[in-house]
């Protein structure tokens, strides 16, 4: 279903002598039930730091 509405939204963009290398689509709030904070974990630990 995602993947029919990008389709469809990128079908519908004039491309006329344009050429695309890269397309993301992005999906947020997908569960209404559960109202929950995010939490972002720290891609990698360098000693005492997190990033």
Known sequence: MIFEIAKTLFESIDLENRSIRLLG????????????QVIQLPLFKNGSTTF
């Open 25 to 36: 689509i992005s999906l947020s709030n997908l569960d209404n039930i559960r109202q929950s």
